[in-house]
């Protein structure tokens, strides 16, 4: 009985050193687990701040291009008011200049 008792508590000996070492495997793949997601992350920060980057010259050359053809827009606005104002002048002109024959006709 003796024996057997002492069979039972080395048998228990056993289990509790295998549980220690089971315990002891799976703290190891908890961390390595834990520093290939930490980085996983720290990729994934490297990889938002590049698109983040990339989005911010995007945006820049965007809006260089609108105040572009903003500018594009005020010359052409520029233009079209000096053509007409010289189109005007000439009209105005034109008919000083008629007027003019038409009152010296007159006075004729």
Known sequence: MKARQEEMK???VEMKVRQEEMKAGLEKK????QERMEQVQEEMKVRQEDMKAGLEK???AG???MEQVQEEMKDL???GKE???VHVASQVEGI???VDGCVGRMEE
Do not use: C, F, S, T
Request: glycine share 10%.
């Open 30 to 33: 908890m961390e390595a687990g």
């Open 10 to 12: 080395a048998g228990q």
């Open 96 to 98: 000083k200049d008629h």
């Open 58 to 60: 995007k945006m820049e």
């Open 63 to 65: 809006q260089e291009r």
């Open 83 to 85: 053509e007409m104002r």
């Open 77 to 79: 606005i520029r233009a």
